[in-house]
């Protein structure tokens, strides 16, 4: 039995007016939306190239569940997104062209060529990189929360994690501590249902990873992540929620991943069926339809979206590709921080 909260769709255009998003915010988002998938599309040519070293891994299906949580954030919120997550670095404002400099490991990617080709953040932006053992980062952003509430800032942390990370102890202490103290948290649980190759069914005894939240002290909330503006209305409320006191909120975004853990995987193991059935709901086909019905967007407004977000991201590959890569030389720049580091924050 299900103990989380089921948000419902969102309907009209008056009912996302009211959560504070007008026709060209939708259009924004949209427009996110695409230049994710087109990144992560771009990608997987480069990976055939041979120009990314090591594997590749995408979000293809979580566009909505990224970009719509990334759009709920403050300016001065923080974030620890991962590899499934490239809309929340392109809504924060991550250049596409720097995006494809870190793919192929040069020097000006966000780590300058010193780390995976995902392991990615901009620290001005307000996010920070992530490591591969992935619910590692949830106590980096209760961290966040703490030191937020300790200077008495009106900041909130958002925590990403898989459904498959949740059974780590991180997950447990992160929460513990975040519901213990109401920390100005939320935390987004991206469950595309498949822990590498674990189904849902043999990952919790649960009906949702939400449910654990009421334990912890705090709400659940199970939204669909393909309907971006369901992910974008209950984020908010969350963020606000914690901005205001109120404490942490689980949000948890049912996805599909619609490809394997990474290139290496044809996830023969995933039904067939059930590929068909989630590329029905296809968030970015879903939203189009929704601005359609809703926002009167009109053929010609598709188009030229369409063909901006296209020559972006073929000038942003041509750009990359002339990015040198990094010096040996260098090659500890960077890595420690300094005393100027320390002196300095790097987010505000």
Known sequence: MAIAREAE??????????????????????????????????????????????????GRGNEAASVGVATAMGPDDVGTPLHRDMGVHITRGVEPWKIFAQYMGRADGPTRGRDG?????????????????????????????????????????????????SARGDTHES?????????PIVFVCDNNQ??????????????????????????GVVVDGTDVLAV????????????SGGGPTLLECLTLRMEGHAVHDDAFYVPKVMFERWAESDPIERFRGWLREN???SDDEEEQIAEEVKHLLNEALRRAEASPLPDPHDLTEGVY????????????
């Open 9 to 58: 769709p969102v309907g009209s255009l008056r009912e996302v007016k009211q959560a504070g998003l007008d026709r060209e915010d939708l259009l924004g988002v949209y427009r996110n939306m695409l230049i994710t998938r087109g990144v992560e599309e771009r990608g997987h040519i480069l990976y055939r190239q041979g120009k990314i070293p090591g594997s590749f891994y995408t």
């Open 175 to 183: 929460m513990t501590l975040a519901g213990t103290r109401k920390l």
């Open 232 to 243: 974008y209305r209950e984020a908010k409320r969350a963020i606000e929620k914690a901005r």
């Open 337 to 348: 921080a300094s005393p100027e580091d320390l002196d300095t924050p790097h987010h505000r």
């Open 295 to 297: 926002a009167n967007l």
């Open 117 to 165: 080709n995902v392991h990615m953040a901009d620290a001005q932006l307000g996010l920070i990189a992530m490591v591969s053992h992935l619910p590692a980062m949830l106590p980096v952003a209760v961290g966040c929360a703490l030191a937020f509430r300790i200077r008495e800032e009106p900041r909130v942390a958002i925590g990403w994690f898989g459904e498959g990370a």
């Open 194 to 219: 498949w822990a590498y190759s674990t189904p849902t069914h043999l990952e919790y005894a649960t009906e949702h990873v939400a449910d654990r939240a009421q334990a912890y002290g705090f709400e």
